[in-house]
């Protein structure tokens, strides 16, 4: 089949995607933000299904789909999205929308150098979009919509706006999705592209109708690049793998893996002491791909060193397990006011309040380095105070972490509902952390303090002063009603 042949085959399968957004406020959780337009590109699949980003559905309120070269909006509905692969599945129920359309073939992952194209309606026109590249590298990346560090390609294709989504293909055949590029004055543009693996394994969860994600192997660890390192820890000779510093509670190898381990192989195959495996001949990626070709629930067979001697062992996976929770565009954000004083869970969603650059070094420290122990699961921020007499002297002290109240330590949101239903005599007693404190002070000793004391019998006839004066119509998320008072 020749390239036009083959293009106007391709045009079938592509599909234009128009959103209606409401995204909630992280910062102020009890407000929904501004409805806004938005879009992105599709493809069909098997089974009268459309398959696209999942950040081009997230938060959406209301979806229609056009095919090229038509004039009707179909409205779509979701039906399952997997913001760890970065994927969604759509369908029409109008069966017209379908008469004409041409499902995609699934391909294999391209070997670096190939050419592929991408489709989609990227901003600037209306009308479908073809360019052409090579798949410039293949590895382990984040994934900017969720976070986790999963295969990706690279391309030197046009990947834009409005990109996001569409189908890229070689020879015909799907070979990955578009979804995001990276850009800086000094380097060329790039675009990356959820590869075929990563497809193959979103539509594998699906099929008991449930999506789980993308399992995880719950340890930090360190290369062994050092030849003194490799003999303190137990290596001899041509021996390698990598040094597990860490093991987050409640996680696949929490019980199982311990710290100082040396994870060699998964699966029978050797990991080399910067972390990588052999994906083909002359092509190596970061490990956790093998974990990520797994579903939660799958057995992982993995050798480890421990104490000299080579261990087998067998991880049932599980989902990932965070301290400060990943992006979840489909949750409604839990908060708490009490006195006015506005209590959230430290999340990716609430520290994407700011630009990256502003966010505070201590949200980055327990985002990047804190894993989950016994019993905590969250770290607890006193985000905000809605001004009233109750709390004079407390206006500036915000932004900061709960360490415990009433005595009672915070170790998620739970505690602090409860926390609140046993006052110590005739005072609550907050106890932040003096570190992070956004206090506006000339006395910067007073403005750093640690401690707030609010009068318990005051409580219940200024909280309705408040919501009503600072147009709050809930003091408390719906998850959250049935904890406390």
Sequence with gaps: MDDIHLVETLRRSVVKLFTVIKEPSHYQPWELGYQHNSGGSACIVAGNRILTNAHVVANQLFIQALKPDDSKK?????????????????????????????????????????????????????????????????????????????????????INPGNSGGPVFMNGKLVGIAFQSYRRRDLEKSGYVVPIPIIKHFFEDLEDGVVTGVPDLGVFWQKIENEGLHEFVGLTGEQTGVLVSRVAHGSSSHGVIREGDVVMAIDGTAIACDGSIALREHHRVHFTFLVSQHQVGDSLAVQVLRDGKPLDVSVTLAAFVAMVAPPRPERPPTYLIFAGLVFVPLTYDYMKTWEWEKVHFRYKYYYYDRLPSEGHREIVILSEVLVHAINIGYHQMFGTVVERINGIEIRHMQDVARAFTKPLGKFHVIEIENHGVRAESSDYHAAYGNRIVIEADAVAKATPEILEKHGVARARSRDLEGDGG
């Design 74 to 158: 179909y409205t779509a509905r979701v039906l399952h999205v997997d913001h760890d692969t970065e994927l969604a599945l759509l369908t029409v129920d109008d069966p017209r929308f379908f008469e004409g359309t041409l499902p995609i073939e699934l391909g294999d992952l391209p070997p670096p150098n190939a050419k592929v194209a991408v489709l989609g309606f990227p901003v600037g026109g209306n009308e479908l979009c073809i360019t052409a590249g090579v798949v410039s590298r293949i590895e382990v990346r984040t994934y900017t919509h969720s976070q986790r560090t999963l295969l990706a390609l690279q391309t030197d294709a046009a």
